[in-house]
């Protein structure tokens, strides 16, 4: 059945409308029914409430949308548990019935582990879901006069800004570029023409390689970077124009060189013994994560540990959030592996012990967690605010608009042979899949990166074009868009060291003004923000859908090569596009003609546009009335 013949629910606040009643959280999710589904003469909601699932009565409603001719349907329950989910039965003509989950629909009961979720947790910062996100490896960014006056750490190997990046063998996480946060400062010019709002700092403390993921202490600044005092210029210059920063923590592990693993090394009476898993009684044997001795694992059992960390105004993770700092919030790495190691699994303590005190020292700072794969079972709001994640979006993204011929065999880690490219379809299948199940507040702010530190350039396996797709999906997909400095550059990087290459500054940034019109489109649409995310086409080479609230409504076509989409307005559900009106945004040679009752797009190549669509003239009852009768006999006979 094509996509936009669907019943469609996704959580949203157009889906999902909240009622407090006597300080009750109450949802009310709704179900939208096209007509040419067919028929349905109930839909129940099925709602699991102490592990045990209960079935309410849906019962029909007049549209939200104005104009639209669909079946809605509304249910009510009470979110009794911290996280309770739902879905949704269907009974259909002939005796057939339907269950909608965050899989889709499907006539086969599903697995609980995919429906929807409604929470009773607090939702993330509301300035949070109206960023456009710039990640800054700060080695690799830019140079400050002031950078050439420092000397060099002792495990560092100098570089000249235009050496090639060394991405493989032992000397990889000691060539140094010698970039500052004074240098970021005096980028901000190129930060706010690109429309960026939010810059996500790579560590910033000291450490014994380039990245600084081993960190020798948490209590200051690399003077490499310039110091505590940089830092506070950086985030007062980001902040006197509108943009926040955020940092880095590493809460699965630190340095070997930092001081809490000195202290304890060796020494079973100190005070820091047991922040890490030692393997002897000596304690000079340890566990380092994923066998890097360079990375010793953090043991949360400890509670001085999450004392001086996690815990309250004096930890770690507060003293960067308050002045003179004033960052607004973190990015935690490794944090599904963090508190997890053979039977201990702490993550949950350490995720709520985190937003507890950001909560309590800096309201309205946000948290993001990287996360590989599935997050399902991590990111309920309770903790971490939203992932960082390549599952939903980066790596389903990547199997479709790569290029063939480009084929990774070692993709994200995933060691797939030689395979043709993926098609339209399992991309949106697939961040369907991984990102459905979360909370709708979570998902809305979810990480949408096309490439990171940690990945390939997207530029290494596709074309500027297909980029430039790439980078559409990510401004208008529910999710926090994502811009790893030097993509507007077109950089290219065949592995996650690769990719950290200095920006060249004074050369054309070739990509730039598309993610600046992106970033604009975006801020300017609240539908692209927050609205709901509804598909309506996913097949071999292109994908469309709405993005829409009761007020209005923005249609996204992504093509990957020459192709052709066609829609019936009444998917649009009760709004219609002129098709003679230049498109809010369009990436690539993409255009639109109306014949009748029916919308076609047609691409010469990679193409992306954005349409705004407006309310469509409303019919009378009588039309709407045969209309309908009209469709319902074609189906009924189809269907007998």
Known sequence: MRWHDLPHHD???????????????????RVRVPDTFGTVSSVWLRVVVDGEPQFLPMHRIEAPIACDDAQWWEGAFTVANPVTSYRFLLNAQRGRAFWLNGEGIDEVEPLDALDYRATTFPAPPEWATQQTMYQIFPDRFARSAAASSRPIPAWAIAASWDDEVVHRGPDTPRQFFGGDLDGVAERLDHLETLGVTLIYLTPFFPAQSN????????????????????????????????????????????????????????????????????????HMDYVAWYGVPSLPK???????LRRRFIEGPDS???????????????????????????????????????RRTMDEVAPGSVLFAESTNDTSRDFDGSGWHAPMSYSA???????????????????????????????????????RRFSTPMPWAVRSLAMNAIDTHDTP?????????????????????????????????????????????????????????????????????????????????????????????????????????????????????????????????????????RAADRLRWRTSGPAFGVWSLRTAAAPSAAATTAARATRREALESAHA
């Open 11 to 29: 959580g949203s606040e157009l889906y999902s409308p909240i009622t407090a009643v006597e300080e009750t959280d109450v949802r009310r999710p």
């Open 211 to 282: 990245h600084r993921y081993d960190a020798s202490t948490f209590d200051r600044v690399d003077a490499t970077l310039g110091g505590d005092e940089a830092l506070i210029r950086l985030v007062e210059a980001a902040h006197s124009r509108g943009i926040r920063v955020i940092g880095d923590l590493t809460t699965n592990h630190t340095g070997d060189a930092h001081e809490w693993f000195r202290a304890a090394r060796g020494n079973p009476s100190a005070a820091e013994s047991d922040f890490y898993y030692w393997n002897d009684e000596a």
């Open 298 to 304: 953090l043991n949360w059992n400890s509670r001085e």
């Open 316 to 354: 770690v993770v507060a003293k960067w959030l308050l002045p003179p700092y004033g960052l607004d919030g973190w990015r935690i790495d490794v944090a599904n592996m963090t508190g997890r190691q053979g039977e201990d699994d702490l993550n949950t303590l350490v995720q709520r012990t985190v």
């Open 393 to 431: 979006f980066t790596r389903p993204l990547w199997h479709w608009l790569r290029q063939p011929e480009a084929a990774p065999v070692h993709h994200y880690g995933i060691p797939y042979a030689e395979t043709p490219a993926a098609s339209a379809e399992s991309f949106a299948r697939a961040f």
């Open 457 to 593: 350039r997207f530029a290494e396996r596709a074309d500027a074009a297909a980029q430039l797709v790439a980078a559409g999906l990510s401004f208008t997909l529910p999710g926090t868009p994502v811009i790893f400095a030097g993509d507007e550059f077109g950089l290219r990087g065949s592995d996650g060291e690769a990719s950290r290459t200095p920006l060249p500054w004074g050369s054309d940034a070739a990509l730039a003004t598309a993610y600046a019109r992106l970033a604009a489109a975006r801020a300017a649409s609240p539908a692209l923000r927050t609205g709901a995310l509804r598909w309506l086409h996913a097949g071999a080479d292109a994908v469309a859908f709405v993005r829409e609230r009761d007020d209005s409504a923005e249609l996204v076509v992504a093509c990957r090569s020459a192709a052709e989409i066609s829609l019936p307005v009444a998917s649009l559900a009760g709004r219609t596009v002129d098709e003679f009106a230049p498109p809010a945004v369009a990436l690539g040679d993409v255009t639109l003609d």
